[in-house]
Structures are given as structure tokens and as C-alpha cells.
Nanobody
Framework: QVQFVESGGGLVQPGDSLRLSCAAS????????LNWVRQAPGKGLEWVSR????????TYADSVKGRFTISRDNAKNTLYLQMNSLKPEDPATYYC????????????????WGRGTQVTVSS
């Protein structure tokens, strides 16, 4: 079955960087557009970024544009999110999701989602 395992989160200071990874299996990774989605404590899901199957096309939420970069390695079935200039409003649990889990910037959690990786930004 579809499986996502996110990693790379941690506690950082404002302005620091982190690189998140998502190892995926159980589906045709190379032909699947993918998303990063986050959920801050007490808040709903927020779509962060999307990447095409080949990696050529990317889109970002306005809140992260210019700071975050989504990428993928289809040979390793792995999705990445490079996060630079982290801000106090970025803390959340970050998830990777299939393209069908999000319609535009509205995403719905499915049983395929992983546990996510937690990002904390604190000085």
C-alpha cells in the first residue's frame, strides 16, 4: 500500500534552515505529482508546495515562496523540502501527500499519510 515516511524536522532558531525528506513507496512515484502539507498546532491543514512528476514544475504557497524549495529524486523515490529563513510562523508538522489529496490549496488527510515530521522554530 501507499506509504510515506517523513524525516528531517527539528528545533531551529529563526533564520535557520532545514531539509525535510519523504521516502515513498507503494505507488508509481515517478509518475506522481506530490505535495508538501503542514499543520500547525490547533490549526487546519495548510498546503505548502507541489511538484510535477518529473520535477520541472513547482508551485508554492505565498507564505513560503522564495524561502522553501521542493524537489524530488525519482531514482530514490524521495521527496524533499529545503526550508530556508525559517520564521516563527513556520512551526508545524509537515506531511507529504499525493496530488489527489489536494485540490488547489485545499488538502484532505487520507489513511496513506505518514506521521509527518515536526518543525519547531524558537529563539
Amino acid at each position: 500500500q501507499v506509504q510515506f515516511v517523513e524525516s528531517g524536522g527539528g528545533l531551529v532558531q529563526p533564520g535557520d534552515s532545514l531539509r525535510l525528506s519523504c521516502a515513498a513507496s507503494g505507488f508509481a512515484f515517478r509518475s506522481s505529482p506530490l505535495n508538501w502539507v503542514r499543520q500547525a498546532p490547533g490549526k487546519g491543514l495548510e498546503w505548502v508546495s507541489r511538484i510535477s512528476s518529473g520535477g520541472s514544475f513547482t508551485t508554492y504557497a505565498d507564505s513560503v515562496k522564495g524561502r522553501f524549495t521542493i524537489s524530488r529524486d525519482n531514482a530514490k523515490n524521495t521527496l524533499y523540502l529545503q526550508m530556508n529563513s525559517l520564521k516563527p510562523e513556520d512551526p508545524a508538522t509537515y506531511y507529504c501527500a499525493e496530488a489527489t489529496d489536494c485540490s488547489g490549496d485545499v488538502c484532505n488527510r487520507t489513511p496513506n499519510w505518514g506521521r509527518g515530521t515536526q518543525v519547531t522554530v524558537s529563539s
